[in-house]
């Protein structure tokens, strides 16, 4: 008799890490319209499901845009200083937020390599893991440990040009 692996997921949940500076293009180009156009796709792609968000975001986008939160209704937000601050606060979710473990699907919304460590993790316990990127800008190394990937289109978004966010 073969050995199953034991997790401690609930079937339904899942954690989300939107690295929102990754998306919209830089923290100079972090404003409500790019922001909500954002939001919105997630909200059609996921809305669905019972999904924790957490965003982050460095100390420039967030001067830049004060009402930044405002823009992801029921998101905990993170802010931190340094050229890859938002990254590392998105790793350190991955690795160490109690409901990373617990839930059977990991949403990552960027596609920087920082994140590989953890989801591989995750991923070795049992999550599945799910990307959300712009074409051309995820992690090699994340697409292949993806099991579902979405491409996002930030112009198409913004303009109202195609929906569904591009394929």
């Known amino acids: ?31 409500p319209r790019k922001c909500k156009a954002l939001w919105n796709f ?22 830049k845009h004060v009402g930044l939160p405002f823009d992801f209704p029921g998101v905990r937000f993170l802010v931190r200083a340094g050229v890859d601050g938002a990254d590392m606060c998105l790793s350190e979710v ?12 990991i949403i990552i919304v960027g596609g920087d390599g920082r994140t590989v460590p953890a989801a591989t ?4 316990k049992g999550c599945s893991i799910i990307v959300v990127g712009i074409r051309g800008t995820i992690s090699r190394k994340l697409l292949d440990l993806a099991d579902e990937v979405h491409y996002y289109s930030p112009y198409a978004q913004v303009n109202g040009n195609n929906p569904q966010g591009g394929i």
């Not at 059609?44 to 019972?50: A, E, R, S, V």
């Not at 975001?57 to 001067?63: L, S």
């Not at 993790?121 to 070795?124: F, Q, S, W």
Request: proline fraction near 3%.
């Open 1 to 31: 008799m073969k050995s199953q692996k034991v997790t401690h997921h609930s079937e339904g949940r899942c954690l989300g890490v939107i690295d929102i500076e990754n998306l919209v293009g830089g923290s100079d180009q972090v404003c």
């Open 121 to 124: 993790d995750l991923k070795a």
């Open 94 to 105: 991955l690795a160490s937020e109690p409901a990373s473990h617990r839930s059977a699907r």
């Open 42 to 63: 997630l909200e059609k792609q996921f809305g669905h499901l019972p999904i924790m968000w957490v965003a982050a975001t460095g100390v420039q986008a967030r001067r």
